[in-house]
């Protein structure tokens, strides 16, 4: 790792990735993560990515997003990603991303929850692994990008209010700032701040942590998204999750006396107000997912690492019903940023889960968030192509000399402090405007 790049980007998941992809090729870049690259949430999509299928489709899926998202999303955002989505789709498609197709060759579509038509491309359940792997491949082929894992964003370097670069704990163990004319954060979801997550346990919102200690503005950091169907276990670690699409096909949820209790395709926020009602009234810890509703050979091709890892927990889809319960999911707020990534602090963008461009609202619509952090880390690449300028080496390294890095050395009383920051902004925001 050197101590000097162009951009910076953090995070290797689908945003950070794609935006290496499409900065120009004489524009040098690291591209950082905490773990291995492929321990991001990105990886673990299951369900796929949408697509608008024509336009006539292109009402209902506005207002498809709109009415998940309690009308409290930004539609230009809304718009901008929707009309994207053919693009990004093609992208995909070109880079070999080898999508589900009808017998006729042309992509076939599924549904999830909240969705009023078939719009949603997918490979098999593990849709994320598939594009995420492939864009992997592609950033690793590029001479003018440095992927390094293992190295940890601990703070941002910071001069009268512009972002000069990171500081960074490198694979050595030794901490480093890094001087880039641009850094990027796509740092992704917060779920490793709570006990019960569909989230990689890395992901703790250190971008939003970092952003709140600059005073870089952030939004609606109390619209946290729980998924409804994540199959209930008693061992710690990460909740499994469930796709929406098994109920898409057909899945449904039962109570203690196995009867339906809700419909199942309302949006999630919805579905999950219903089930934890549903659990209070029946004094139980979880619900049941009856998935012998959809054809076994549909389970079987669709959906197979849900059927291998229920059986890893001893429960055989195709006979019995499979115990589920509420976890946190996604963060639709984060990091204020434009419809190209751009935060409030200038040379600092943000894209993928870690930002709030307004596309999602109070409550996102399944199967956009993929698309949403594909596109914007586009567009934010293409922004700073287009209006790039280098950055102060004189100011950067006056920034570093006024760095303590005393502050950095207990890395885990550096994470507990930005998680404190973090629910304490969580616990403001919900005070000052409750997610409704
Ligand atoms: C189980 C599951 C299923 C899902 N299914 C779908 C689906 O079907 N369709 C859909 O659209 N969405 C789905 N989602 C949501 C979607 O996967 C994520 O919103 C999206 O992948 C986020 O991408 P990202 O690039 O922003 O973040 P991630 O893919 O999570 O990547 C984050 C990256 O940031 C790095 N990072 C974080 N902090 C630091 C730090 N301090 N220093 C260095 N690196 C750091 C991590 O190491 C990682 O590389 C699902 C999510 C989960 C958890």
Known sequence: MKE?????????????????????????????????????????????????????DFAPYFEDTMRAGHYENNPAAVECMIRGSVGVIDGLVKLGVDFARNADGTLAATREGGHSGNRICFHADCTGKEITAKLFESVSLLKNVEIVPDTAMLDLVVSEGVCLGVVARCPDGQIRTVFADYTVLACGGIGGIFEKSTNFRLLTGDGVAVCLKHGVAVDNVNYIQIHPTTLYSEKAGRSFLISESV??????????????????????????????????KDETPFVWLDMRTVPEEELKTHFPTIVKRCAEEGINVFKECVPVVPAQHYFMGGIRSDLNGRTTMPRLYAVGETCCNGVHGAN?????????SILFAERAATDIAKNYSSADRGE?????????????????????????????????AENVKPRN
């Open 247 to 280: 109920r898409g096909e057909g899945a449904v949820l039962l109570d203690k006396n196995f009867m339906r209790f809700t419909d199942e395709l309302q949006p999630r926020d919805v579905v999950t107000a219903e089930i934890l009602k549903q659990m209070k």
């Open 4 to 56: 000097r790049y162009d951009v910076i980007i953090v995070g290797t998941g689908v945003a950070g990735l794609n935006c290496a992809l499409h900065l120009p090729k004489n524009k040098n870049a690291l591209v950082i993560c905490k773990q291995a690259p492929d321990k991001c949430d990105s990886y673990l999509a299951q369900g796929g990515i949408c697509r608008l299928q024509s336009e006539e």
């Open 364 to 372: 996102r619509l399944a199967s956009n968030s993929l698309l949403e």
């Open 396 to 428: 950067f390294e006056k920034a570093v000399r006024g760095l303590d890095m005393r502050e950095y050395a207990d890395v885990a009383a550096l994470a507990e402090k930005y998680k404190n920051m973090l629910l304490k902004a969580i616990e403001e």
